[in-house]
C-alpha cells in the first residue's frame, strides 16, 4: 500500500477546500488565505454532503469546515471523509462553537483540528500551515500544537473587519459603489 504525503510537493500551490453554507464567511476566508499566494481555494462547498463529493473529486490538501450547515454537519462530513480514505487531505474544523467538549468531538471524527471562527484572523494561516506539516492544531492553546514557532507577519486582515468589508457584496452592491478612491 503506497501511502501518500499530505504536504504539498514544492513548486505546486497548496489547494484548500473551503465548506461553510454562508457566502460571506466564505468570502472571509478568501480574503485571509489571499495573504498565502502559493495557496489557492480549489473548491466551496454548502453542506457536508457537497464536502464529500468535492474532497473525492478535488483531492485538496487541506480541508476548511463549518460544524452547522443544512443536509449534513461538518463533524459528520468530517467523519465519512477520514474513514473513506486514509489519505484524506487533514481537515481544520472552523467554528463559532466554543465548548469544553469541543476538542474531543473534533478529534473523534478524524478531523486535526479546529479555529474558532472569532480568531480567524489570528489562528487560520498558522493552524493551516500546521496541519499541512502533518500537525494538529486544537485552538491557540490547544494541548496538540505541533509545530515549530511561526512568524505572525502579515497574517490577514481581522476576519471580522474582512466581514464588514465584504458585507456589501452580499447585498447586492459591488464595493465600486461602497468606497472611492482618490489619485
Given amino acids: 500500500m503506497v501511502k501518500i504525503s499530505t504536504v504539498p510537493q514544492a513548486g505546486n500551490p497548496v489547494k ?3 465548506v461553510d453554507d454562508h457566502e460571506v464567511v466564505r468570502q472571509g476566508i478568501r480574503t485571509i488565505l489571499s495573504a498565502r499566494p502559493e495557496w489557492e481555494i480549489c473548491g466551496e462547498a454548502v453542506n457536508g454532503q457537497e464536502a464529500i463529493k468535492l474532497a473525492e473529486a478535488l ?3 487541506a480541508i476548511i469546515m463549518d460544524i452547522t450547515m443544512p443536509i449534513m454537519s461538518g463533524l459528520e462530513a468530517a467523519r465519512q ?3 473513506n480514505n486514509n489519505n484524506s487531505a487533514p481537515i481544520l474544523i472552523f467554528t463559532m462553537h466554543e465548548s469544553r467538549t469541543l476538542a474531543d468531538s473534533v478529534r473523534e471524527t478524524g478531523a486535526r483540528g479546529f479555529v474558532f471562527k472569532s480568531r ?3 489562528d487560520l494561516i498558522n493552524a493551516l500551515d500546521v496541519l499541512l506539516q502533518n500537525g494538529t492544531y486544537f485552538g491557540p492553546n490547544g494541548g496538540e ?3 515549530p514557532a511561526k512568524d505572525n507577519t502579515n497574517r490577514g486582515i481581522s476576519f471580522l473587519r474582512a466581514l464588514d468589508f465584504l ?8 464595493l465600486s459603489q461602497n468606497f472611492s478612491t482618490t489619485a
Fill in 145 to 147: 500544537k505541533n509545530s
Fill in 59 to 61: 483531492r485538496p490538501d
Fill in 120 to 122: 480567524a484572523a489570528q
Fill in 81 to 83: 471523509i477520514t474513514r
Fill in 167 to 174: 458585507k456589501p457584496l452580499a447585498f447586492g452592491s459591488n
Fill in 16 to 18: 484548500i477546500l473551503v
